[in-house]
């Protein structure tokens, strides 16, 4: 009896034992590329090994899924290096891997571009520099004649004769660039006989009134002179025209002012016989501008012609503009 008690309680040990369990999993990945520029798209890749039910993916290792598929693809945006993080889970247990600043994501380089308003003339010549450049927090500026500048849109005025080369360095997130424009900015001396605006530069604000002089230069020997001026009338009035110096002596020069819509023309001559100074230098006219416009703008000449005391006419070799800059 006991023999057969012994008997029933190995078959109880039988039916109590469980059978084999699957293995914990084993976390493992694979991502490509590894570093770039922004925006930087990786393909990963799960390498793990075991029985696998689930993928938690954390791009960013901030915490939260990212993603639960096999072989996600995932996009960084901004700059910086990254650790990823996957876990596993199977019915034999979790296992979970990190790879520490496994991506890096670099800003895009910044790419250097600029322009001129102007890029010849005489001195004084005052040029306004434009940055086109894109991805960039730091502007330095060399303009060819030993001066620099840190703004971003600088004006500078070129006194002496020459050609000068301009470069732009831009330092950005992504690093620097630079871009060189060799003998971008050529100054040359004025030819005469010329006709200059005088001052050259105006600087002036919205409403203000000021005035320009029409002024020879380099001539000898003129009895009379003509000149139309155009502008923006949308941008200047034009006022009051009164006779400069040029051929005055003992009797007051004929003056004959003509107004257009957005141009003048002048015409003056000596009732006598009365000459220029030596070097011909000497104001034809005196014109009152009011700007009514809060833009730049500029004066130029159209149709210049020169006489001289026997009413032949005498080539304009060279012309000055004048420059309104509305603050």
């Not at 993928?55 to 993603?67: A, I």
């Amino acid at each position: 009896m006991l023999s057969c008690g012994g008997g029933g309680g190995g078959g109880g040990e039988d039916g109590g034992g469980t059978g084999p369990t699957d293995p914990a999993p084993v976390a493992q990945f694979t991502g490509s590329p590894l570093s770039g520029s922004v925006p930087l798209t990786v393909q990963f890749a799960s390498t793990s090994t075991g029985t696998i039910n689930s993928h938690q993916w954390d791009f960013n290792n901030d915490g939260t899924v990212d993603g639960g598929t096999y072989t996600p693809t995932y996009q960084y945006t901004e700059p910086g290096t990254y650790s990823v993080k996957l876990t596993v889970v199977g019915p034999g247990g979790t296992d979970s891997i990190t790879k520490t600043n496994y991506i890096t994501v670099q800003a895009v380089p910044p790419n250097a571009a600029f322009e001129a308003n102007t890029t010849s003339g005489t001195p004084d010549l005052r040029v306004q520099f434009i940055n086109n450049s894109v991805r960039y927090y730091q502007s330095t500026w060399d303009f060819g004649d030993g001066n620099t500048s840190t703004e971003d849109n600088p004006m500078h005025t070129y006194t002496a004769t020459g050609s000068y080369d301009v470069s732009l360095d831009v330092l950005g997130e992504g690093g620097t660039a630079l871009e060189t424009k060799t003998g971008y900015i050529n100054v040359s001396d004025l030819l005469t006989p010329a006709l200059i605006v005088d001052p050259k530069y105006t600087d002036t604000t919205a409403g203000a009134t000021f005035t320009v002089s029409l002024k020879v230069v380099g001539v000898t020997g003129l009895a009379a002179a003509q000149a139309k001026l155009i502008f923006d009338p949308a941008a200047l009035t034009i006022g009051d025209v009164t006779a400069g110096d040029f051929l005055t002596g003992d009797t007051d020069p004929l003056m004959i002012v003509t107004n257009e819509d957005g141009a003048v023309t002048i015409y003056t001559s000596s009732l006598s016989s009365d000459k220029p100074s030596a070097d011909g230098d000497g104001v034809i006219a005196n014109i009152d501008f009011t700007v009514g416009s809060s833009t730049g703008t500029s004066i130029i000449f159209d149709g210049v012609i020169f006489l001289d005391i026997d009413g032949n006419s005498i080539a304009v070799t060279g012309l000055e503009n004048g420059y309104i800059y509305v603050n």
